[in-house]
T-cell receptor
């Protein structure tokens, strides 16, 4: 158990809909990262937040957005969903920002299925 | 552009045999390299990391990796594979842009036969 929790574990929805994925980092970790894992794209970095502020952005679509709240949990919002958004979404946390070498601890993921 | 290549999509080894998983990276500056393991239905777990110093890095579960700058490689090794090592392995390179971006390879699926 990494200490990172993600809810829900599974999510099934329809095209055009909007969903919110939630992540609680390990106790004391200030950084949260979001990743998308799909068969065709592999594992891709989406975005990083540190103590409530966006720090790094990867291949995140404009239809997707994220935020980190004062209690440090984070939410990833996916809107206007398309079939291709079906994937496993991981959250990870670490205790430092912008300091290379900090280990990221991954949550178990949320499996999103768009029908 | 930064990239990570894992040339082997899957590898099968016998239990007790040695293992080497290949990883090549492309990055202009000093790379920060990682190997992660993902078991079915699980998140990723860090096996080891390299930032500087000794080019042979020891990790958890008996794994080690060697950084070779001249070959832009960071291959993962284990002298004797156990059935529980069957999983998917990801090589990754990280770089600092004010934040911390990590690029993952496509992964290598390891099968272990008895």
């Amino acid at each position: 158990d990494s200490g990172v929790t993600q809810t829900p574990k599974h999510l099934i929805t329809a095209t055009g809909q909007r969903v919110t994925l939630r992540c609680s980092p390990r106790s004391g970790d200030l950084s949260v990262y979001w990743y998308q894992q799909s068969l065709d794209q592999g594992l891709q970095f989406l975005i990083q937040y540190y103590n409530g502020e966006e720090r790094a952005k990867g291949n995140i679509l404009e239809r997707f957005s994220a935020q980190q709240f004062p209690d440090l949990h984070s939410e990833l919002n996916l809107s206007s969903l398309e079939l291709g958004d079906s994937a496993l979404y991981f959250c990870a946390s670490s205790d430092e920002a912008g300091v290379l070498g900090n280990e990221q601890f991954f949550g178990p993921g949320t499996r999103l299925t768009v029908l | 552009a930064q990239s990570v290549t894992q040339p082997d999509i899957h590898i099968t080894v016998s239990e007790g045999a040695s293992l080497e998983l290949r990883c090549n990276y492309s990055y202009g500056a000093t790379p920060y390299l990682f190997w992660y393991v993902q078991s079915p239905g699980q998140g990723l777990q860090l096996l080891l990391k390299y930032f500087s110093g000794d080019t042979l890095v020891q990790g958890i579960k008996g794994f080690e990796a060697e950084f070779k700058r001249s070959q832009s490689s960071f291959n993962l090794r284990k002298p004797s594979v156990h059935w529980s090592d069957a999983a998917e392995y990801f090589c990754a390179v990280a770089y600092n842009t004010g934040g911390f971006k990590t690029i993952f390879g496509a992964g290598t699926r390891l099968f272990v036969k008895a």
